[in-house]
Structure formats: structure tokens, C-alpha cells
């Protein structure tokens, strides 16, 4: 914030002049005395730099943490956690794809908050089903997997999107 508003006073031209006289005065005073009060302005410009950079350090480590968590899951076991890939959960579809008839291709996104697990899934259907029953047997096929794989009973609400129905020709064979 202090770094951005200077940055942003940089615009006049009056400032540019009056930050560099200041900044050049300031910086010859700290490597030229020994004063009691120049000792305690670069301990304060120290101090002030310490504290810009751990705040940025920590900004970037609570970014990478966040980053990290919202990309697995964690299960609680008595030997320790288990972290779970988000990508091994997006799994699904290879599975849903061969239980359930009628879907032509699928493809699928989970994603973990503090809410708990989001999924969705894009789905290509054939037209020879119901769009509603083969769109609710995915979801329950969605919801079997995810909480038999990682053992939870936690609810899973699964969005699909039926991104295209596409007519079933001979050579589509069968899909079960």
C-alpha cells in the first residue's frame, strides 16, 4: 500500500523532483554520519523494508497454500492425512461413462472450498433416452463414486450441463 501510493505520486512532475532530492539527501545523510538520530532512521528504513518484504513473502506463501488446498482433498486417518488429487476424483467420467447408458462422452471438473466439494460435469447424450433420466442416473452414478472412493458421507450435489444430444447411428454401437 505504501510502496503503491508513492508509486502512484510519481505522476507529477514536481514530485518526481522533490521525491529524489529527498531520497538522494536522505540516503547520503545514512552513509555519511554516525548521529544517534541516523542510527535510528536506518533502523527505521530496515524495519520498514522487513516489513514490506515479509508481507509480501507471506502473501505468496498463503497464495501457493491456497492454491494447493482448493487441488486436494483431505481424509482424516488414524496414521495421518491423506491428501486426495482433485484430478484423481475427476475420474468419474471414465466410470459413469461405462454405467451408464445413453452417454455418448463426459467430461467433468471438481473443485474443494471450505464449503466442500463442487462437481460438475459436461455431458454428450444419445437421443435414444430421456435427457432427465439419463442426466439423473449420472448424478447418482457421480455421487456413488465420489463418496465410495473417499469414503465420505458428506453430500455431493453434482451440476451436469447436457452440452449436446447427438443422434445414435448403427455404428455408435452399444453403450450399455
Same mark, same amino acid.
Given at each position: 500500500?505504501?510502496?503503491?501510493?508513492?508509486?502512484?505520486?510519481?505522476?507529477?512532475?514536481?514530485?518526481?523532483?522533490?521525491?529524489?532530492?529527498?531520497?538522494?539527501?536522505?540516503?547520503?545523510?545514512?552513509?555519511?554520519?554516525?548521529?544517534?538520530?541516523?542510527?535510528?532512521?536506518?533502523?527505521?528504513?530496515?524495519?520498514?523494508?522487513?516489513?514490506?518484504?515479509?508481507?509480501?513473502?507471506?502473501?505468496?506463501?498463503?497464495n501457493?497454500?491456497?492454491?494447493?488446498?482448493?487441488?486436494?482433498?483431505?481424509?482424516?486417518s488414524?496414521?495421518?492425512?491423506?491428501?486426495?488429487?482433485?484430478?484423481?476424483?475427476?475420474?468419474?467420467?471414465?466410470?459413469?461413462?461405462?454405467?451408464?447408458?445413453?452417454?455418448?462422452? &463426459?467430461s467433468?471438473r #471438481?473443485?474443494?472450498n471450505?464449503k466442500?466439494?463442487? /462437481?460438475s460435469? *459436461?455431458? %454428450?447424450?444419445?437421443? +435414444?433416452?430421456s435427457?432427465?433420466?439419463v442426466?439423473?442416473?449420472?448424478q447418482?452414478?457421480?455421487?456413488k463414486?465420489?463418496?465410495?472412493?473417499?469414503? &465420505?458421507?458428506a453430500? #455431493?450435489?453434482?451440476?451436469?450441463?447436457?452440452?449436446? /444430444?447427438?443422434? *445414435?447411428? %448403427?455404428?455408435?454401437? +452399444?453403450?450399455?
Open positions: 500500500l505504501i510502496m503503491g501510493a508513492f508509486c502512484f505520486s510519481l505522476i507529477s512532475d514536481q514530485a518526481n523532483a522533490t521525491y529524489i532530492s529527498a531520497i538522494q539527501k536522505v540516503s547520503s545523510d545514512l552513509l555519511s554520519q554516525k548521529s544517534n538520530t541516523l542510527i535510528a532512521m536506518r533502523i527505521s528504513v530496515a524495519a520498514l523494508g522487513l516489513f514490506l518484504i515479509s508481507i509480501a513473502l507471506l502473501t505468496i506463501i498463503g501457493i497454500e491456497n492454491r494447493r488446498s482448493q487441488r486436494t482433498v483431505i481424509l482424516q488414524p496414521h495421518g492425512d491423506i491428501l486426495v488429487s482433485l484430478s484423481a476424483i475427476e475420474d468419474f467420467s471414465r466410470v459413469v461413462k461405462n454405467e451408464v447408458k445413453g452417454v455418448k462422452d &463426459i467433468s #471438481v473443485t474443494a471450505k466442500g466439494l463442487t /462437481v460435469a *459436461k455431458v %454428450a447424450l444419445y437421443s +435414444d433416452r435427457v432427465a433420466d442426466t439423473q442416473e449420472v447418482e452414478s457421480i455421487i463414486y465420489i463418496q465410495y472412493t473417499l469414503g &465420505i458421507d453430500p #455431493v450435489k453434482p451440476t451436469i450441463t447436457v452440452s449436446k /444430444v447427438v443422434y *445414435k447411428t %448403427a455404428d455408435d454401437g +452399444d453403450t450399455k
